[in-house]
């Protein structure tokens, strides 16, 4: 009786499917199926759902048009063919979970860089850099201030010329003014 | 020992230190675990070798294992989350590789496909065919890849893809759907 019954609604449905009329008045339904056709395809709608889905198919033309392009992404995607593993795949993990847990500082050290990467190691270098580079330039400059030492002159004095000296192109202290006067031992040789 | 015992069953033995119920385990998932990371990452040689390191975490970690879900989200979980570390740390490293102004071209090699095709025209055509899906799947978003391999290949349902990957079930609906029109449109199926 309900076979019978299942099998006019199926038997409509088909004369239906082309109609028209039926498809007008499926275009109010179709932004709502077409949300719901990749659950649909998955079937992880609810029966009563996916019931309604399966009828709205069967009348709606382009509804069904994108059921089937989902279709076709999922058959295509069983082409690619399966991979086994190699015959030693147990064989070395065995070997893998046998031997004992690296420790030590080299792991660690490896652990720590794939945490921070390499950017951060770059800016710690950089930093680095530039405080070896300012504390070798201000040590320079201080090395060079011996005439100062030998004509001592007033603190107000000492600080006008301080005050001008950024306007030298390498101000002492700088790491620019450390790098001239690494360069002009080069040339002079040390004092 | 009787190799259809449950998984759960095995875990149990596994963390006692029964080699014999681990290698049961590693044997009843290898396949399926092997070709989810091969289609994650598109490399064979790092497939096995991240597959070794799934199954080396699930003996490490044998007795952490409490069997509230299913055993295959716990183990899919874990693949999941190394893989997604090894794309992390290979990007790292191609930053180094500019870094010192070499360059590795990381493309899918033909020799990353099985042989076997009949004729050699048509396993031009199947590899060429292939070539073009890989390359389709290789470029969608992490998160999309990976649930669209979990549904496609392994058959999970929406609530195990939102376990393995964190994320609520209407999330992974979301991924689904923007994955699969992606590939629409890479696969030009229009």
Known sequence: ?191 | MDKQLPNEELMGRIAKGDECAFQILVERHQVSLLNMIYRFLGDRTKSQDLAQEVFLRVWQGARDYSPTAKFATWLYRIAANLCLNELKSSRRKRWLQFFHAYTEKQTVGEEDFPNGSPSPEDSLLARERRRQITTALQSLPENQRMALILKRYDDLTYEEIARILSCSVSAVESLLVRAKKNLQEKLNIL
């Not at chain 1, 029966?47 to 058959?75: A, I, N």
């Not at chain 1, 065995?94 to 950017?119: C, M, S, T, V």
């Not at chain 1, 030492?149 to 950024?166: G, K, L």
């Open chain 1, 1 to 191: 009786m309900i076979s019978s019954a299942g099998f006019w609604v199926e038997s409509c449905l088909i004369i239906l499917r082309d109609d028209p009329f039926v498809e007008k008045r499926c275009d109010m339904k179709c932004r709502r199926v077409q949300k719901k056709l990749s659950a649909y395809q998955d079937r992880e709608l609810k029966p009563q759902e996916q019931e309604e889905v399966s009828r709205h198919l069967l009348t709606c033309r382009s509804c069904r048009e994108e059921y089937e392009k989902l279709d076709r992404v999922w058959l295509t995607l069983g082409e690619l063919e399966e991979i086994s593993p190699s015959p030693w795949f147990y064989p070395q993990l065995a070997r893998r979970f046998k031997e004992p847990r690296k420790r030590g500082l080299l792991p660690a050290l490896e652990h720590i860089f794939q945490i921070i990467g390499a950017p951060a190691i770059a800016s710690i270098i950089l930093v680095i850099g530039l405080a070896v580079g300012t504390y070798l330039g201000s040590s320079l400059a201080r090395r060079d201030l011996s005439p100062s030492q030998t004509n001592p002159v007033s603190d107000s004095q000492s600080a006008f010329f301080a005050s001008m000296s950024v306007f030298d192109p390498a101000p002492p202290g700088t790491f620019a003014e450390g790098y001239l006067r690494m360069a002009s031992y080069g040339e002079k040789g040390p004092r």
